[in-house]
């Protein structure tokens, strides 16, 4: 490790030249890993401990296509991309989203 107050290399620096003493050892940990450049992006709290829980309208639909679909609740990749773009989720979630429909439907 080095002195504090060390630049590392390829970490962000701030406008007056020098690294915040909070986001030098974030930055550090990224050069040691090979990724240099911006750190990741933070999460802004919202007030509450866990996950939120998907809108109404976004599970209506997904719940929609997984009943019609009943036979095989497994989604092709364009069926994915197309409920992900309907739902303005990304396409990862709506995978986790069958996947955890498909287990709470084989636990009835």
Known sequence: AGAAGAAVPGAPV???????ELEQGA???????GMRGALP????????????????EVVGDLREWFVA??????????EQNLLA????MP???VNTWFIN???RRKKE
């Open 14 to 20: 701030a406008p007056g030249g020098e690294q915040p």
């Open 85 to 88: 773009e309907r739902t303005t």
């Open 27 to 33: 930055a550090a940990a990224l050069a040691l890993c």
């Open 69 to 78: 679909h009943l036979d095989w609740p497994y989604p092709n990749d364009e």
């Open 101 to 103: 429909a498909r287990k």
């Open 41 to 56: 992006h933070r999460r802004q709290s919202n007030g509450r401990a866990g996950k939120r829980n998907l809108d109404k």
């Open 91 to 93: 396409v990862k979630v």
